[in-house]
């Protein structure tokens, strides 16, 4: 049984940092931790940052390009983000998603879908103004 839970949410003034992490257990070779997902109130649920299952290539949805920085642990276990000028509109609950390995789904793939195999509980990202 896969089980994929989130760490390193909280509430933090606008314009700080914050650095989430995830870890996947029960996992076989075939599984790995795709990227980050958020949800804020009222909206749906959103791919934002996506990375191969060997950490060289990533995808950022725009609103968070150049803020936020994902990178995965050497044993692929463990997923980081990195949230750097944080704003109020990222507040959020965060969430992380595993799933089976596909030659062809790529890091925007992921990003751009909800169909994954794993998820975790999420982690919640408050940003005040």
């Known amino acids: 049984q896969v089980q994929v839970v989130e760490f390193g949410g909280g509430l933090v003034q606008a314009g700080g940092s914050l650095n989430l992490s995830c870890t996947a257990s029960?996992?076989?070779?075939?599984?790995?931790?795709v990227g980050w997902f958020r949800q804020a109130p009222g909206k749906e649920r959103e791919g934002i940052s996506c990375i191969t299952w060997n950490g060289g290539r990533a995808h950022y949805t725009d609103s968070v390009k150049g803020r936020f920085t994902i990178s995965r642990s050497d044993d692929k276990n463990t997923l980081y983000l990195q949230m750097d000028s944080l704003k109020p509109e990222d507040t959020a609950m965060y969430y992380c998603?595993?799933?089976?390995?596909?030659?062809?789904?790529?890091?925007?793939?992921?990003?751009?879908?909800?169909?994954?195999?794993?998820w975790g509980q999420g982690t919640q990202v408050t940003v005040s103004s």
């Open positions: 029960g996992t076989t070779v075939d599984d790995y931790l």
């Open positions: 998603a595993a799933d089976r390995f596909d030659p062809l789904r790529g890091p925007s793939q992921h990003c751009s879908s909800l169909n994954h195999n794993y």
